[in-house]
C-alpha cells in the first residue's frame, strides 16, 4: 500500500474495506465490442476480468485515461466503465458499478472455453 494511502487508512480507522479496489482477476481471451461516450466503437480483447474491472488491448488510439466506455460483455450484458491507465495498446478499465463475483467467473469460464 502506498505510504499517503496508508497514513489516511491509519486516520480513518477501520472503515470496513480497503481504500484502492482489488479483486481475483481471472485471466481471459475474449474479444468484445467497446464503445466510447463518444459514439466511437472497436473491437477490444480483455486479458483478464475480476468483479471491479478488465484488461483490454486494441490498436484504437481514442482510448485515453479518464474515458467512459460501454463494453459489451455478451449480446445481452453490457457494463459501463472508465478507463484509468493506457499504455501500449493495453488499457485498465474499471467498472462503474461492480459486477458480481459469481459473473465475472462465468464470463471468465465461458471464454476461455
Known amino acids: 500500500m502506498a505510504v ?3 497514513k489516511l487508512q491509519e486516520r480513518l480507522g477501520n ?4 481504500l484502492t479496489r482489488r479483486g481475483e482477476r481471472r485471466a481471459v481471451n475474449a474479444e468484445v465490442m467497446v ?6 466503437r472497436t473491437t477490444a480483447r480483455i486479458n483478464d ?3 471491479y ?3 483490454v488491448q486494441t490498436s484504437a488510439d481514442w482510448l485515453r485515461s479518464g474515458l467512459f466506455l460501454s463494453i459489451h460483455l455478451t449480446e445481452e450484458h453490457t457494463v459501463q466503465a472508465i ?3 493506457v499504455r501500449d495498446g493495453s488499457g485498465g478499465v474499471e467498472f462503474l458499478r461492480p459486477i ?8 471468465g ?3 476461455n472455453g
Open 109 to 111: 469460464a465461458a471464454w
Open 15 to 18: 472503515v470496513g474495506r480497503p
Open 35 to 40: 464503445e466510447s461516450s463518444h459514439g466511437m
Open 83 to 85: 478507463v484509468r491507465w
Open 53 to 55: 474491472g478488465c484488461n
Open 4 to 6: 499517503g494511502k496508508a
Open 100 to 107: 458480481p463475483y459469481a459473473e465475472a467467473e462465468a464470463l
Open 49 to 51: 476480468i475480476s468483479t
